[in-house]
């Protein structure tokens, strides 16, 4: 299963990132019982890095990805399930 997305220029900054990726994982992890999810990054995006760990990624290692410069990042399920457990409810 794979999944990509991007956000216009314009619209950076405004959430709309790290929403859409939190749903993504709510999917992967409670509908389809997924072990772990990956991220890959472009090295040089520092904002979706930010937005990787705000999620409670862990960064893994540097790798290429069709020859560009990537971070890959991890969350396993245990460790998503523990924060939506930890959360305060809204």
Same mark, same amino acid.
């Given at each position: 299963m794979e999944l990509a997305s991007a956000v216009a220029h314009q619209y950076w900054g405004m959430g709309f990132a790290t929403e859409t990726a939190s749903a993504a994982l709510v999917i992967g992890f409670q509908a389809h019982w997924l072990d772990n999810i990956v991220l890959l990054v472009d090295a040089a995006n520092t904002p979706s890095r930010?937005?990787?760990?705000?999620?409670?990624?862990?960064?893994?290692?540097?790798?290429l990805w069709k020859s560009v410069p990537a971070m890959l990042y991890?969350?396993?399920?245990?460790?998503? %399930? #523990?924060?939506?457990? %930890? #959360?305060?409810?809204?």
């Open positions: 930010r937005v990787a760990e705000k999620l409670g990624f862990d960064f893994e290692r540097n790798t991890r969350l396993k399920r245990r460790e998503f %399930s #523990a924060q939506v457990e %930890s #959360a305060p409810a809204p």
